[in-house]
């Protein structure tokens, strides 16, 4: 796929609050179409963007799903280290009403002179709103169940003009400067009065893509009408469903759980993150992905540096 028309997603950090020697906290970078997008931004995210070749610069918006210090303790270190790197222009940072009581003050003492401009933009967790929207892609969010205020992010590409049939278009002598009307849906009238349909001039683009982030919440069908049909899931999956119990105490997705609503969503591929610290190795894991496998065969571990083209 031409790098112009990509929509990627890299995972930077995929462990859940303990850091461990597998794994760092939660961030991932959404890449559309060139622009990129972090999404959550734990310890140690600076040195996954650097080890994973991911250009900071680049970062214009940045998502955080709650304010539990695995999906934010990055930040205040990113946003100094793009001041003292001269960065210009602004970066928006989308988070829960309660970020800047909290964040505010550490801005204020490490990040005192930026070379760029900060936004901060809240956003409701009780209800899905739209909270980006460039034209071309829109980001809504998605009210989650955890411990404290938290949402997912849903990243949906939107309608794309219609394939022009350019030998068509040139057989009728129709002007360039009309290609476009006919991309967006217009049909052709020919001189002598003859309506030339659109469908004999283009054909269908490719459906839009979807990605849903899902870290963290509880097993909840609340969700289920927002990830339908999505191209990729992210849902984390911190637990065995042996310790679901301890999954709902703690506001947290069993792997089984994680792979039924995928199922039950219908979407293209599932990715499963935020793994317990108690997951030593790459066996333990595994019995994750294989529960999983069970329910959703199309799924995935996440794991740092995996790269996702939808």
């Known amino acids: 796929?031409?790098?112009?028309?990509?929509?990627?997603?890299?995972?930077?950090?995929c462990g859940s609050a303990k850091p461990t020697l597998r794994h760092l906290p939660s961030s991932q970078v959404v890449d559309f179409r060139g622009n990129l997008f972090l999404v959550d931004c734990g310890e140690g995210t600076q040195r996954s963007l650097l080890k994973w070749h991911v250009s900071q610069a680049k970062i214009g918006h940045i998502f955080l799903s709650h304010l539990h210090a695995d999906h934010c303790l990055?930040?205040?270190?990113?946003?100094?280290?793009?001041?003292?790197?001269?960065?210009?222009?602004?970066?928006?940072?989308?988070?829960?009403?309660?970020?800047?009581?909290?964040f505010g003050p550490q801005f204020d003492y490490?990040?005192?002179?930026?070379?760029?401009?900060?936004?901060?933009?809240?956003?409701?967790?009780?209800?899905?709103?739209?909270?980006?929207?460039?034209?071309s892609l829109t980001v809504k969010t998605i009210p989650l169940r955890h411990r404290v205020p938290t949402t997912g992010f849903l990243f949906e590409e939107k309608p794309r003009l219609r394939h022009l049939n350019i030998e068509r278009a040139r057989e009728l002598s129709i002007?360039?400067?009309?290609?476009?009307?006919?991309?967006?849906?217009?049909?052709?009238?020919?001189?002598?009065g003859v309506t030339v349909p659109n469908g004999e001039l283009t054909t269908d683009p490719a459906p839009p893509r979807r990605y849903a982030y899902v870290s963290d919440t509880a097993c909840t069908e609340s969700i289920l009408p927002l990830i339908q049909g999505v191209d990729l899931l992210y849902h984390e999956a911190t637990?065995?469903?042996?310790?679901?119990?301890?999954?709902?105490?703690?506001?947290?997705?069993?792997?089984?759980?994680?792979?039924?609503?995928?199922?039950?969503?219908?979407?293209?591929?599932?990715v499963i993150g935020h793994f317990s610290s108690s997951l030593h190795s790459a066996d333990d894991e595994k019995l994750l992905l294989d529960e999983a496998q069970t329910v959703f065969p199309d799924t995935l571990l996440a794991d740092e540096g995996l790269d996702i083209e939808l």
Not at 2 to 13: A, N, Y
Not at 246 to 260: E, Y
Request: charged share 20%; proline share 3%; aromatic share 6%.
């Open 1 to 13: 796929m031409k790098k112009v028309d990509r929509f990627g997603v890299k995972i930077l950090g």
């Open 74 to 102: 990055g930040l205040v270190g990113l946003i100094s280290t793009l001041g003292l790197g001269q960065r210009q222009g602004t970066v928006v940072i989308h988070a829960e009403p309660d970020f800047e009581r909290v």
């Open 110 to 135: 490490f990040c005192p002179q930026l070379s760029m401009e900060l936004k901060i933009q809240q956003h409701p967790t009780a209800h899905s709103s739209v909270i980006y929207d460039d034209g």
């Open 175 to 192: 002007p360039v400067a009309y290609y476009n009307a006919i991309k967006a849906g217009a049909d052709w009238t020919l001189e002598n």
């Open 239 to 270: 637990y065995l469903d042996k310790d679901r119990d301890k999954a709902m105490l703690r506001g947290h997705t069993t792997a089984l759980q994680a792979a039924s609503l995928a199922r039950k969503a219908g979407v293209g591929h599932l």
